[in-house]
């Protein structure tokens, strides 16, 4: 597919703004006024195309100043900064699983629920021959049960849903680098590591040193 780039999209605007001008009703007035008024149309299409051309480089540059202040904010604050954003990213992923969790706990239940019924129903039924088990039926439905009852308490219990700590835009792309730069660590320790163990420096050196 055609990359989405700014003059791409300017046509696309233009296209757009030309097809809507032909197909609004018009009189026969309107219609040849408009042939001997062709730098009007042009005029209005430019003005048009200006408004988007403007707001499109503004959120470009917007973005820009974003990243940039994300590489600052981790430049600047050093160990603090990355400290601090690798404890909301953690946060905020406690966040997820827990939500999650809930959720896996309210299914659980209503599962064995309905498989305890089951098997109670098939337990008082007659047996049938090379169904194997069968006289545990009984027992398996009471241990569901349990087990269900204690789930519906634990999420009866989680009448609060956490909130994790709020990100900026800023933050956003500071983290991102951060999660980088430790994604890069942890390759470069690994293959070290084994490069050491395979007895081969492979050029390897003490990042501390670098």
Do not use: H
């Not at 780039?5 to 300017?10: I, K, M, N, Y």
């Not at 209005?44 to 988007?52: N, P, Y």
Request: glycine share 10%; aromatic share 4%.
């Amino acid at each position: 597919p055609m990359p989405l780039t700014l003059g791409v999209l300017l046509r696309c605007v233009s296209v757009a703004i030309l097809a809507q001008d032909r197909a609004r009703p018009r009189s026969c007035a309107e219609r040849s006024a408009s042939l001997f008024q062709p730098g009007a149309m042009l005029g209005g299409l430019k003005e048009k195309l200006g408004i988007v051309a403007e707001a499109t480089t503004g959120a470009v540059q917007g973005r820009v100043d974003t990243a940039k202040g994300g590489k600052k904010l981790v430049d600047e604050g050093g160990p603090l900064a990355k400290a601090a954003l690798l404890a909301k990213s953690a946060a905020n992923d406690a966040v997820v699983s827990d939500k999650e969790a809930s959720k896996l706990m309210s299914l659980s239940a209503e599962r064995l629920e309905s498989a305890a019924k089951k098997l109670r129903e098939a337990a008082g039924m007659p047996d049938v021959e090379g169904i194997e088990g069968k006289e545990k039926f009984a027992s398996l439905a009471d241990s569901f049960e349990e087990r269900a009852t204690a789930y519906t308490k634990a999420v009866s219990l989680l009448t609060v849903d956490l909130q994790g700590p709020v990100f900026s835009d800023v933050e956003t792309d500071a983290l991102r680098l951060v999660l980088a730069q430790e994604g890069y660590e942890w390759a470069y320790e690994k293959v070290a590591s084994a490069a050491g163990a395979a007895g081969m420096s492979c050029g390897f050196r003490d990042k501390s040193a670098v």
